[in-house]
Each structure stands twice: as structure tokens, then as C-alpha cells.
């Protein structure tokens, strides 16, 4: 799991270092660390006289960004630094101009020489600010971002000094003139924004080098499991177990219109190893449901965790009234359920009036659904371009006025919860934007939960975001092995779950074609 702190906590966990004096070794530790991972990516051997054009602002993160200038020069690189603020850190400055960094300013006389070193360098640093500044970039500098992004050329490497430049750090905005990196060096911990949408876009590669802060886990406040957590987390029956003691999972899905969110959803769920499932809704769907799999057992009964929603139209009144009433029993006896889809019309505010007692809830929008879910519980700033601009932000929002996890589906899926770290999972390829990917998703989850929630802590929200987490995660692998780098259907992504979750709980380290992180290069 690679774990995110807020800049504010780790400047707090910095300080007692800062006031014993050891400052400059953690910037230097920093900005080697920088310099080994340009090394590394212009290929050792072509560093000596490669060009290295170090953007740097006038805080430590320029500093970084100097003292690895300075570095870089040393083995030969051929470097060139651009002030872009009026003033700069006078350490880094003296080191870079020691090693035969030549030094420019961005000032009217300067911003096309600046141009000009961008647009031939082999590597650019980006310095120009940390975490110590406000999101956005000011002008003059804005406008040479601007004009250098769209023109890179393929080759050049940018590497970003502990975030991309704009970013805003602790919610995952950005605007469209951030810098965008190939890869982030970032000193002692990863912070939100570089695995929060958007910015995390801008990113490219997070590189965590552990400076010597120490940051405590329970200060966590965004996180992204990476695929050998399954190993630990991924609830694996023993020699004991039977179809009881594993898990049985309710679901409430489908109706004529939607007939295969059904069947879609309980393919999840039995793809990840649920002891039984039970499905209630019409006979129709039933049929359809035990044609496709005559495992599933039609009607109610004893369940450890309740699915509802993938295919249900809001407006039937039959499947909602059956939502309605095995929400309220869940509520009694403090079973978790997952809401997806025309369930979110069941959810009501935390605080309502009308409200009976809440089961733990995992909740599954897409942006669409979360505006609506957010304008029928009377938010007035909601809307579409509001949650794509920050997903996160919304994510959290919505999980404190409901009081229950919700995953925020999108390119990168924010698993949001009222106290505790939001997850940020992009493992899914772009082939993932398919109809039914949503209802099997929803079935994962369903599975995971059911199979994992014994006990109360196992119920808590905390867990609850964690089951979420895991399944985004597995859903967006499964997703990539069945596409192989080609179009998918929903139903391929429950058939090659079993294979992606075997092949993790051995410990499989390789990586199959076609799974793949989306931290790669950044998108331009
Ligand atoms: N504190 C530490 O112990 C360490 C800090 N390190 C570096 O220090 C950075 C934080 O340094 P600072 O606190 O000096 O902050 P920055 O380097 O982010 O610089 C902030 C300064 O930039 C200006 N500024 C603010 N918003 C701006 C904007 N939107 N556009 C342009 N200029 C803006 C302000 O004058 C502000 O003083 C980290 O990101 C990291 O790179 C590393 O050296 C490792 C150790
Ligand atoms: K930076």
C-alpha cells in the first residue's frame, strides 16, 4: 500500500528535526535521491553531456531541484538552471553555480532563452514549487508551462521534485497548465494529490524515498493498495470453513429493462469465492440469474451481507420496497450493505429526521449518481464539472452527510469514508468504460464484504472502505488481463477474476500483459 500524508503532517513531523539543526541533511538526501532517479531514467551511461534544464522557485523545493542540479553537473551533464521566481534558495543557488550549472532568470529579457532550454533538454526538473505554496502557478512561469507542455517531445524526461508544479497537494485539483511529469520524486511520504484525481495525472511514476521522517500510519490520509496486498487482504477459506462460515450474500438486482445487471453482478460475486449467494427479485430475473449460474440460491434467507441496486430502477416500487425493508432489518442487526446504482434513491441524509437506524453502508456512484444522490439530500453547489474537477473532495463530502463509504467510480475510483484515508485506485485500463463493469464491480464488493465481515471491527466503516478499496483494485486488474491491450465486455472481467486473484495470493510478482498501472507516463 503506498500511503499519502497531508503536507501539514508531515511538516509537523519535520519539525523536530528542522529546530534540532537537520535541515540541510534532509535536503540533501532529497536532492540525491532526485539526481539518482534522473541518472537512472537518462540511462547512466548518457549523463555525461546530456542536457538538464532545472526549473527552480524561490522555497527548499528549488532548493532540491538545485543541489540535484548540482549533482547532475558533477557527472557531466551539461545543466541549466531557470529562476522562475525573483529570488531563490542560496544554498542550492551557490552549489549549482560551484559545479558549472549555468543560471538564468525568467525575466522579460529571459523567457524565450527559457523557452529554448525547455524544448531541447534531454530532463527538466521541476522545482518550481513544493508544498509550501498555493495551488496554481503565477505568472511569468505559468505561460512558459504552458507553451512547453503540449510541445514536448516524446524523449524528454521531466521529473517533478516532491509534486507537480500547480497541483493543488492535498485535494487532487489541478488546472490545466500544472506541470506534468513522467515520474514524482516525493520526500518522506506520498501526499493526496499524486494519488488523487486529477493530479494525479500529472505525476506520472511516485517515487517514495524515505528521508528520515517519521510518519505514523494512523495519520494516513490517502492511500492505494497495490496489488500484493491481496495476499493479506483477500478473505481465504480454511480447511474448516463451509458455505456458511465463508459468507452469504444477498442480492437484490435486475428488472425487465435490466435483466443482465443481474446476472452480471452475481458473476462478480461468485468470481471471488462467496460461500453462497442468495438472490431475490422477480422470477423473470431469477430464471435468467439460475440459467447463467445454478449455484445461486433464489429467495431471502440468513445473508452476512446484503447487495442492492445494480439494474433497479428507483421507480418499481416491488424491488424498492424489498431494498426498503432489508435495508431496515440490516440496520437492526448491523449487517454491512452495498448500494449501487437505483439504491442510492434509498440513502438518506445521516442526520434525517426520517431516518431508522443505518446498517454500515458502501455506496458505489458514478459522478452522475453522486449528483444526484447529493442534490436529493439538498446540496446546492453539486454538479457534474464540480465532482470531475475533484472527485475526492465530493467523495468526502458525500460520505460525511451519509455517513458511509462511497466509491466515487471514474478513471481513477476514490474510496471515500467519514474519518479515515480516502483510497485512490487506478488500476482499470480505459476498456473498463463499459456497460455492466459498474454491476460487476458491485458484485465484487458484495462478495468481499459478505466474506470478511465477521467480527464488529470487520463491520466497522474504516474495513468496510477497505473491502471497497480491494475490490476496485481487483475489478480494475481482472479488467486488464481480460483485455490483453484490447476491447473487453463486462462478463470478461468476472471470468478472469479467479486466475488474477490465485495468481496474487501465490505471491505472483509478474505482470501479465495487459494489467497495468495507470501511473505511467503522465497524460498530455
Ligand atoms: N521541510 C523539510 O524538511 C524538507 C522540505 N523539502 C522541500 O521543501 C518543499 C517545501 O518548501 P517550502 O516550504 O519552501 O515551499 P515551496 O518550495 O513550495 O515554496 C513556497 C514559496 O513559493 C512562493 N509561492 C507560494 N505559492 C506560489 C505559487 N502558486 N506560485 C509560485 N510561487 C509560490 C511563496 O513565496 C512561498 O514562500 C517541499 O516540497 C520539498 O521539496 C525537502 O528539502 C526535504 C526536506
Ligand atoms: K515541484
Redesign the pocket.
Known amino acids: 500500500m503506498i500511503r499519502a500524508w497531508t503536507p501539514k503532517d508531515i511538516?509537523a513531523a519535520?519539525q523536530p528535526?528542522?529546530d534540532a539543526g537537520h535541515?540541510p541533511p534532509?535536503?540533501a538526501r532529497?536532492a540525491a535521491a532526485v539526481a539518482a532517479v534522473c541518472v537512472r531514467e537518462l540511462d547512466a551511461g548518457h549523463v555525461y553531456g546530456s542536457r538538464v534544464a532545472i526549473l527552480a522557485?524561490?522555497?527548499?523545493?528549488?532548493?532540491?531541484a538545485l543541489y540535484a542540479g548540482a549533482h547532475l553537473a558533477r557527472r557531466g551533464a551539461r545543466v541549466d538552471v531557470v529562476l522562475t521566481?525573483d529570488d531563490a534558495h542560496q544554498g542550492g543557488l551557490a552549489a549549482a553555480r560551484a559545479s558549472g550549472a549555468r543560471i538564468h532568470r525568467l525575466d522579460d529579457r529571459g523567457a524565450s532563452r527559457a523557452a529554448e532550454l525547455l524544448r531541447i533538454a534531454d530532463a527538466v526538473l521541476d522545482?518550481?514549487?513544493?508544498?509550501?505554496?498555493?495551488?496554481?502557478?503565477?505568472s511569468p512561469?505559468r505561460e512558459l508551462v504552458a507553451n512547453w507542455t503540449p510541445a514536448r517531445s516524446e524523449r524528454q524526461i521531466v521529473i517533478a521534485?516532491?509534486?507537480p508544479s500547480?497541483i493543488d497537494v492535498d485535494t487532487g485539483e489541478a488546472s490545466d497548465d500544472c506541470v506534468r511529469a513522467d515520474c514524482t520524486v516525493t520526500?518522506?511520504g506520498a501526499k493526496p494529490g499524486l494519488l488523487l484525481p486529477p493530479a494525479a495525472g500529472c505525476a506520472g511514476n511516485v517515487e517514495v524515498v524515505d528521508?528520515g521522517?517519521p510518519l505514523a500510519d494512523e495519520t494516513t490520509a490517502t492511500a492505494r493498495l497495490n496489488p500484493s496486498d491481496i495476499a493479506g487482504r483477500w478473505p481465504v477459506p480454511g480447511p474448516h470453513d463451509h458455505k456458511y462460515t465463508r459468507g452469504v450474500l444477498g442480492i437484490v438486482a435486475g428488472s425487465s429493462g435490466y435483466p443482465g445487471a443481474a446476472v452480471l453482478a452475481t458473476g462478480g460475486s461468485r468470481a471471488c469465492g462467496v460461500g453462497m449467494i442468495r438472490y431475490v427479485g422477480s422470477d423473470h430475473v431469477a430464471r435468467a440469474v439460475n440459467a447463467a449460474y445454478p449455484e445461486v440460491v433464489p429467495g431471502n434467507g440468513r445473508v452476512q451481507a446484503w447487495l442492492f441496486g445494480p439494474g433497479i430502477d428507483p421507480a418499481d416500487d416491488d424491488r424498492m420496497s424489498d431494498v426498503r425493508r432489508y435495508l431496515a432489518e440490516a440496520g437492526d442487526t448491523q449487517l454491512p450493505c452495498v448500494l449501487d446504482a437505483g439504491a442510492l434513491a434509498a440513502v438518506e441524509a445521516a442526520d434525517s429526521a426520517v431516518q431508522r437506524t443505518d446498517p454500515p453502508m458502501i455506496l458505489t456512484p458514478h459522478a452522475g449518481e453522486l449528483v444526484a444522490l447529493m442534490t436529493r439530500l439538498g446540496d446546492t453547489d453539486v454538479s457534474r464539472s464540480a465532482v470531475e474537477a475533484a472527485p475526492a473532495v465530493w467523495a468526502q463530502r458525500a460520505a460525511r452527510r451519509t455517513d458511509a463509504v462511497v466509491v466515487l467510480k471514474g478513471p481513477v475510483t476514490v474510496i471515500a469514508q467519514p474519518h479515515g484515508p480516502t483510497y485512490a485506485q487506478g488500476e482499470a485500463p480505459s476498456w473498463l468504460a463499459t456497460a455492466g463493469a459498474g454491476d460487476v464491480l458491485a458484485g465484487i464488493i458484495g462478495a468481499i464484504t459478505a466474506t470478511s465481515s465477521e467480527t464488529a471491527t470487520g463491520k466497522s466503516l474504516p474495513a468496510l472502505a477497505g473491502y471497497a478499496a480491494l475490490g476496485v483494485m481487483t475489478h480494475g486488474l481482472a479488467a486488464g488481463r481480460a483485455s490483453g491491450g484490447g476491447p473487453i465486455a463486462a462478463g470478461d472481467i468476472a471470468a478472469a477474476l479467479p486466475a488474477v486473484i490465485a495468481d496474487h495470493l501465490a505471491g505472483a510478482d509478474r505482470r501479465p500483459v495487459g494489467e497495468h498501472s495507470t501511473r505511467g507516463r503522465a497524460q498530455r
Do not use: H
Open positions: 511538516r519535520e528535526l528542522l535541515g534532509l535536503m532529497a522557485g524561490k522555497g527548499n523545493n528549488g532548493g532540491d521566481a522545482g518550481i514549487v513544493g508544498t509550501g505554496a498555493r495551488p496554481g502557478l503565477r512561469v521534485v516532491d509534486m500547480g520526500f518522506a528521508i521522517v
